[in-house]
């Protein structure tokens, strides 16, 4: 079983509409969960972290966190062509243990 | 610049040859993570070090790949008599420890194509 999955996309919505990214992970025991997101041929910028249930806002992202169903899902507003990207959701058990990636979605927003 | 430095950003190398990665981790972090990207695959955990000490390394081919982060001077992955399967994209990261959470920034990363 991986330890983190996504739906590798592609994930394709219309500018202006909200995007739904979702994630699963398998460690019961992991803590910290975050959000990057990479632009082809470029480097993980992290847009994201969260560690209590529920939701946590910023900006036009909303990450919602259910660590009974060990689910995590990034939700992206008014999306825009710029938010096409491939968004990787990454999980760690503390903040002193390594963070595990899930393989990412490809975003494509259509203008 | 205050953000993870790595050099080279691009490093060709002949199979054979040895491949030596750097990486200069933020302005008060002591934490640096080395990870593998292929082509169009997700990022996989190498190694984790702080200084002088590796932390967890069960990411690491068991063979010709080493890592460290010496007292002094930046972090360095090293992959000796290199394959063509060693071909990727390698990135740094570093995060400064304590807290609840364990931030990673990265770096650019190192492009590495073995012909």
């Known amino acids: 079983q991986k330890e983190v999955e996504q739906n590798s996309g592609p994930l394709s919505v219309p500018e202006g509409a909200i995007a739904s990214l979702n994630c699963t992970y398998s460690?019961?025991?992991?803590?910290?969960f975050f959000w990057y997101r990479q632009y082809s041929g470029k480097s993980p910028e992290l847009i994201m972290f969260?560690?209590?249930?529920g939701d946590k806002e910023d900006g036009r992202f909303t990450a919602q966190l259910n660590k009974a169903s060990q689910y995590v899902s990034l939700l992206i507003r008014d999306s825009q062509p710029s938010d096409s990207a491939t968004y990787l959701c990454?999980?760690?058990?503390?903040?002193?243990?390594?963070?595990?990636f899930g393989p990412g979605t490809s975003l494509s927003v259509i203008p | 610049n205050a953000g993870v430095m790595q050099n080279p950003r691009h490093l060709v190398r002949r199979r054979g040859q040895e491949a030596r990665l750097r990486c200069s981790p933020m302005?008060?972090?002591?934490?640096v993570y080395w990870y593998r990207q292929l082509p169009e695959e997700g990022l996989k955990f190498m190694v984790y070090?702080?200084?002088?000490?590796?932390?967890?390394e069960s990411g690491m081919p068991k063979e010709r790949f080493s890592a460290e982060f010496p007292k002094e001077g930046p972090s360095i992955l090293r992959i000796q008599q290199v394959v063509r399967g060693d071909s990727a994209a390698y990135f740094c990261?570093?995060?400064?420890?304590?807290?609840?959470?364990?931030?990673?920034?990265f770096g650019p990363g190192t492009r590495l194509t073995v012909l």
């Open positions: 990261a570093s995060s400064f420890p304590g807290g609840l959470n364990n931030e990673q920034f």
């Open positions: 460690d019961r025991g992991s803590q910290s």
């Open positions: 969260i560690y209590s249930n």
């Open positions: 990454a999980v760690s058990q503390t903040s002193y243990d390594k963070v595990i």
């Open positions: 302005k008060g972090h002591s934490h």
């Open positions: 070090l702080q200084k002088e000490n590796i932390i967890d």
